[in-house]
């Protein structure tokens, strides 16, 4: 065999730029901001009153245990921690919770379960295409991508109205092949606020169901829109009346544990040898990933929902995140009629509708800090900076 020798040896030094994740780039303006007063709403974690992400007092008794009892850091396993999975399914499945063609699996926060539900679709049905509804949020797009599926764009929303393009979302899902994949907000639409309602849910699955789609849910915040049961009403109705589901869950916000990535995976078909058959695939794939789940987040959540007390307390807390987001999202939208639609939508997201020059003016004028899309955390900003800052939005739409 010929030595090429016209061909040079490709190194890191050849790699491509990388352009910024922009959310990320965010973050750094924030922190170099001398300014005292500024306000940072682009980042997506809960704040409290005082403007800060405070670790859940149940988590903390929860951590305090795990330290006293823990007595080894052996491997967990590819399923992760299973009684964690176990204690998640009446959370999330609610009546479909004893149904045994439904598998779950502990994943490296709502990312992990993304892309291993994603990379398990492209297993099955590599030529499927992912039908997604613009804005998402602006991590699906690099993870499709990832996997190697297609990605087909339809409009979901309409940001000078607040309102969802639902019939541009059915014609776009009328158009899918069998097969092909309906990626779906559970709840809390980030980055746009605006949730299907209980009838659209209906359409959606009916739709889904007559086309043969394969649904993957995305349900990262249940319990910060109306409460955990309302929030996984679409999970619920599409297992209702379907086979095929997949559901990437997160707890990372519900239970103010970001850091410490914490989700999981959900498979239900047509049966449990099927499904059986499909989390094997799903071990297998995460094994060449991140072989197994991170252990102290999960082992953290399993310790509160696994005793009734710490359980009750957890759901107050949620509650108390539910509230302030729900009670500022009211006070931004008496602020001004152009922002009503603020106060009908639900979770931590909400689009602006500010162009991204008048973005720029508020990050300028105002400190305030926020993506260009206009999109902003209701609770990013503490209580004592409310009123700045939606005298500041409305300065900016007069302008
Ligand atoms: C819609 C959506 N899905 C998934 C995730 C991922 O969650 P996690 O931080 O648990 O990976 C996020 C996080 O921001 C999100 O907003």
Redesign the pocket.
């Known amino acids: 065999m010929l030595t090429r020798t016209d061909e040079k040896a490709r190194g890191l030094a050849d790699l491509p730029p990388v352009m910024n994740d922009s959310l990320i780039a965010l973050i750094g303006m924030v922190e170099a901001d001398p300014r005292a007063d500024k306000i940072d709403v682009g980042v ?1 974690v809960f704040r409290d009153g005082a403007g800060n992400t405070p670790i859940l007092k149940v988590i903390k008794e929860a951590e305090q245990r795990l330290h006293d009892t823990q007595v080894t850091k052996a491997y967990l396993g590819s399923a992760g921690d299973v009684r964690f999975a176990e204690l998640l399914r009446p959370i999330l499945l609610g009546p479909h919770a004893n149904d045994d063609r439904i598998v779950g699996v502990q994943t ?5 379960a ?1 892309r291993l539900g994603f990379e398990l679709l492209a297993s099955a049905n590599p030529n499927g295409r992912v039908f997604v509804g613009g804005p998402t ?1 602006p ?2 797009p690099p993870i499709i991508r990832a996997v190697g599926l297609a990605q087909v764009d339809y409009p979901y929303y309409e940001r000078g109205q607040g309102a969802i393009r639902f019939e541009d979302m059915i014609e776009a899902l009328n158009s899918a092949e069998p097969g092909d994949v309906a990626l779906l ?1 559970g709840c809390c639409h ?1 980055p746009t606020g605006a949730d299907l309602n209980e009838d659209q849910w209906c359409e959606v699955v009916h739709l889904v169901r007559e086309r043969g789609l394969v649904p993957l849910i ?1 349900i ?2 249940q319990g910060f829109g109306r409460g955990l049961d309302e929030d996984a009403f679409g999970v619920r109705a599409m297992l209702d009346a379907y086979d095929e589901v997949i559901v ?1 869950q ?4 519900n239970f103010s544990v ?1 850091r410490d ?3 999981s995976l959900w498979i239900k078909s047509g049966s449990p040898a099927t499904s059986a058959k499909a989390m094997a695939h799903v071990y297998k794939i995460a094994r060449e990933m991140w072989s197994m789940p991170p252990d102290h987040g999960a082992a953290s959540v399993h310790i509160v929902l696994d005793d009734p007390e710490l359980r009750e307390r957890w759901l107050v807390e949620l509650k108390g995140m539910r509230d302030r987001i729900n009670s500022v999202r009211q006070r931004i939208a008496a602020a001004d009629p152009r922002l009503a639609f603020i106060g009908r939508q639900f979770g931590m997201f909400s689009m602006l509708p500010l162009s991204p020059e008048q973005v720029l003016k508020l990050r300028a004028d105002h400190a305030i800090y926020m993506a260009e899309s206009g999109r902003f955390n209701v609770v990013g900003m503490g209580d004592g900076q409310i009123d700045r800052f939606t005298a500041a939005v409305v300065e900016a739409m007069d302008a």
């Open positions: 997506g490296p926060g709502g990312c992990g993304l949020w991590n699906h907000h980030n995305d990262a915040y990437a997160s707890c990372d916000k970001y990535r914490v989700g």
